[in-house]
């Protein structure tokens, strides 16, 4: 049906008369001040609230951002999910919440791209505008990498969830931990070793989170390839979006050639992000989307490079 045949023969009354009708009511006096530097500011008002407050801000502001990548493709805009903090003193009531967002447009409009320098430089700069000595941000987002197929070399996208978290303090400086979590193929060694023929495998989800060196430079390293490097390669076998026979005979054959429990798969990233010099102390789990089960199997791991060091 076209727009000249559809019947609009109904008499409608106008928008005002429907919102009156569905019970919108004419505003009341207005009392209170409408400029703002005569409104009551109870956020900055000083007195002994009881107790100083770790973090206070605001989470989930999903945001587009640009990121870089060493991984084609090397240019990505993706959607940055975000919190923003700092902490409070007992003398005061609460933090401005507006300067969060009002900042983050402010770094949109000269081209936001979320890389460690820029993320450093952007919590220094909040804890500023909010007056305090300290703030905080974090930031997840889908970071896409091609994946070629190993024997066709056909490819496509593939994608692992990567989050930067910045902790600023006007004593200490700066505190960044990077994490990824990558997809991955399991086969399972026990299912191997004791059936006469196949294996059952999962797919284990591997998150890594690493607190960076303070001489970390991101123009020297990509951490996101890095730490997909980490988990895949020590694997059953990587995860692909096209694979023709001849690949997923390869895939097959790699997977039944390395079986891995999760406590392996923990064990062997970990030596991974142990031997990364851009690493100072790391988390590992791994999560297995059982085959054969409802539920799934984990293993965590921790390492702390500098208490080694003392
Ligand atoms: N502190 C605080 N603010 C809240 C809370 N809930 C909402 N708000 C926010 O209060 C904000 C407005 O307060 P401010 O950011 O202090 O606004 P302002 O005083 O006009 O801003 P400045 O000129 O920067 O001081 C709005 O952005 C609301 O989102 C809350 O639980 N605590």
Redesign the pocket.
Known sequence: MNKTELNQNKQLPSKKERHKLFGSVEPGPRTKPME?DQ?A?L??SKKDFLFDIDM?G?SSVKHPIRIPSTMTPEIQTTIGTFSFGSSIAQGS???????F??QLDKYHNEGFAVDIATLKQFTEELAGRLKQTDAEVEVTFPWFFERKGPYSGLAGMNHADATIRVEYDKETGHDVTVTLTGKITTLCPCSKEISEYSAHNQRGNVTMSVKLTDDFKEQEIDWKAALLEAAESNASARIHPVLKRPDEKMVTEQAYENPRFVEDIVRLVAADLYEYSFVEAFTVKCRNEESIHLHDAVATLSYDKKQEAE
């Open positions: 703002k409104m500011d956020q900055n206070v605001i009531k609460g933090t401005n919440m507006s300067r967002t009002e």
